[in-house]
């Protein structure tokens, strides 16, 4: 199985500003994705991270708002830009991979 | 798009049987998952069953879905005071992202 990993783990940012969240897995996966679980809530997909170009974004998210990079098959990044404190939730990555998909632990964000 | 539903709660005692539920509405998933979340943790995959399957046994896992009803369902046996956790149903899209239930909390007395 695949093991993945996020940096950070958890982070207290202010109001305006931006954060990068890195993903990376231990194993080179097809397919990367970035989900958002709110506080409370379930997971929502945010995007698919597409490898070597532009990442494909579901119904209410924007690439200006979460852009994401993939460089290759085993890291990716999704920054929260302009941070309010509706962004406080937690972001998780996931590889899958055949019949499989894993996910990594998660990055906790508060917004002030 | 598909929609996954979960009962939001079950409380059971340590040795019994839990059977947690989903129903869905999109047959088109080609797998289903099952994953546990636990306090201030990421997802744990528990188990998945190809579509084309009824049962699925995994040592103390057991999901059966009946594509009929659009039904799935976990059952653990002898439940221990350790599942106490979210447990949350996932179909895929077809382009392998997933689509979550609202999760079930289970609680687990001693």
């Known amino acids: 199985s695949a093991v993945i990993s996020q940096k950070p783990s958890r982070d207290i940012c202010q109001r305006g500003t931006s954060l990068t969240i890195q993903c990376q897995v231990d194993?080179?996966?097809?397919?990367m994705f970035w989900y958002r679980q709110q506080p409370g809530q379930s997971l929502t997909l945010i995007a698919t991270a597409n490898q070597g170009s532009e990442a494909t974004y579901e119904s209410g998210f924007v690439i200006d708002k979460f852009p994401i990079s993939r460089p290759n098959l085993t890291f990716s990044t999704l920054t929260v830009s302009n941070m309010s404190p509706e962004d406080s939730s937690i972001y998780l990555c996931?590889?899958?991979?055949?019949?499989?998909?894993?996910f990594g632990p998660g990055t906790r964000l508060l917004v002030l | 798009g598909e929609d996954v539903e979960q009962s939001l709660f079950l409380s059971v005692r340590e040795g019994d049987s839990s059977v947690i539920n989903c129903t869905y509405t999109d047959s088109s998933s080609t797998y289903l998952y099952w994953y546990k979340q636990e306090p201030g943790a990421g997802l744990q995959l528990l188990t998945y069953i190809f579509s084309n399957m009824d049962m699925k046994q995994d040592q103390r896992l057991t999901v059966l879905l009946n594509k009929k009803d659009k039904h799935l369902s976990l059952r653990i046996a002898d439940t221990q005071t350790g599942d106490s956790a979210i447990y949350f149903c996932a179909g895929d899209t077809g382009r392998r992202a997933l689509t979550f239930g609202s999760g079930t909390r289970l609680q687990v007395q001693p």
């Open positions: 996931s590889g899958h991979e055949g019949e499989t998909q894993y």
């Open positions: 194993s080179q996966v097809t397919m």
